[in-house]
């Protein structure tokens, strides 16, 4: 059983650092305490102790990305590097790091055509962006190579190659108040 002032303490610096992170910690709250009634447990018997570290290390993830959000500012600025290191495995720090609805352009290689569109613009949700697999994974799952094409002080291009090194898809981040965000994406259709 966790202590009560310890119990509280985690509470109050969860709510403090997550906002959610606190929802968590009521749902798990009938594992933490016990019943006042000894003939009536909360749960069976070694259940507690599962769910409460299952619920301790989604919640680490969280505060780890929250304190990693946290870390940037107008006086301390953080590197590209840093921050691409972060954004292309965590999908809760892309998900804190991205401009909603977020811009996508479909760019088709149909040149030929001379009346079409050079592009297409769709704006993609959170809920839908949240369904994406990372940038690491992404790479993974398609043989693709990461790579940043261009880099400034307040802005960013990174690629996602394919084995002839063409782009398939350019993410375009930008610096914001010290912190970089994803502000739009171009996807290219090569046929």
């Known amino acids: 059983m966790i202590p009560p002032l310890f119990r ?82 965590s999908p809760a720090f892309v998900l804190s790091r991205t401009e909603f609805p977020l ?9 030929w055509l001379e009346d079409s569109p050079a592009y297409t613009e769709r704006w993609i949700a959170r809920d839908a962006y949240a369904r994406r697999p990372s940038l690491q994974a992404q790479a993974q799952q398609s043989g693709l190579t990461i790579d940043v094409a261009a880099s400034t002080r307040t802005s960013a291009t990174v690629e996602l190659r394919d084995h002839l ?6 993410y375009h981040f930008s610096m914001d108040r010290g912190c970089w965000r994803l502000t739009d994406e171009d996807v290219f259709e090569h046929r």
């Open 103 to 111: 811009h996508e352009r479909q760019w088709a290689d149909d040149d």
């Open 8 to 89: 509280h303490s985690i509470r109050r610096r969860l709510q403090r650092r997550c906002g959610a992170a606190h929802l968590l910690l009521k749902r798990l709250q009938p594992v933490m305490t016990r019943s006042a009634r000894r003939d009536e447990p909360t749960t069976p018997p070694g259940a507690g102790h599962r769910l409460l570290a299952i619920g301790a290390s989604i919640l680490m993830g969280l505060v780890a990305s929250s304190a990693a959000a946290a870390e940037c500012s107008e006086a301390s600025p953080e590197t590209f590097s840093a921050f691409l290191s972060i954004f292309s495995t």
């Open 165 to 170: 090194r063409f782009p398939v898809r350019a």
